[in-house]
């Protein structure tokens, strides 16, 4: 089955500064790459997502990216802010109904 | 617009007792997947519904596990004869038409087995 592997497991960066998430999927039949913003006793909220017909996708101050031919999708956040601090988890699906979540990455913003 | 509802928030159990969990979906979605959560870990998919139907519970442990999603109310993930290992944060998400699309998360249940 799908198995999406996210690095890092940390991340901090200066406010303002710019943050990159990276995952890879196993599965090249995997069409769908949502990213997930989970804050502290919440549930995990969709912030942007890609499909496998896209290489690049952008909303505000959040982009992904997607390379098919080496399965890596990437999330960049530029010019941070405390309130970006959270865990953030990148994900894959088929098309089918489940969605294989990565393990997530706890990004802290320094003042 | 309500967003998906789940309740309760926070639920304790002792070793043996049954856990009801349930979820109410985004309104005009019919489609409802569950989550299980451990303490710094992703979501673990468990099981998809549709009304009446079970769609996909190839997530869900064999045993102790079961869910439903009546004509009418909310769906419902039961956890018999629960044990420590059940201690998790189980979400449910909501989609409004075929799968692969985006689905919405609910607050999720913390449930304590003591």
């Known amino acids: 089955g799908e198995n999406v592997e996210q690095h890092p497991s940390t991340l901090s960066v200066q406010e303002g500064d710019s943050a990159v998430i990276k995952c890879t999927y196993s599965d090249s039949a995997s069409n769908y790459f949502p990213w997930y913003k989970q804050e502290l006793g919440k549930g995990p909220q969709l912030i942007i997502d890609i499909r496998s017909n896209v290489g690049e996708k952008k909303d505000q101050r959040i982009a992904v990216t997607l390379n098919k031919t080496a399965k890596h999708f990437s999330l960049h956040i530029t010019e941070t802010q405390p309130e970006d601090s959270a865990v953030y988890f990148c994900a894959a699906s088929m098309g089918d109904d489940k969605i294989i979540f990565g393990k997530g990455t706890r990004l802290h913003i320094l003042p | 617009n309500a967003g998906v509802m789940q309740n309760p928030r926070h639920l304790v159990r002792r070793r043996g007792q049954e856990a009801r969990l349930r979820c109410s979906p985004m309104?005009?979605?019919?489609?409802v997947y569950w989550y299980r959560q451990l303490p710094e870990e992703g979501l673990k998919f468990m099981v998809y519904l549709q009304k009446e139907n079970i769609i996909d519970e190839s997530g869900m442990p064999k045993e102790r596990f079961s869910a439903e999603f009546p004509k009418e109310g909310p769906s419902i993930l039961r956890i018999q004869q629960v044990v420590r290992g059940d201690s998790a944060a189980y979400f449910c998400a909501s989609s409004p038409q075929t799968p692969g699309y985006e689905q919405y998360f609910g607050p999720g249940t913390r449930l304590t087995v003591t």
């Open positions: 309104k005009g979605h019919s489609h």
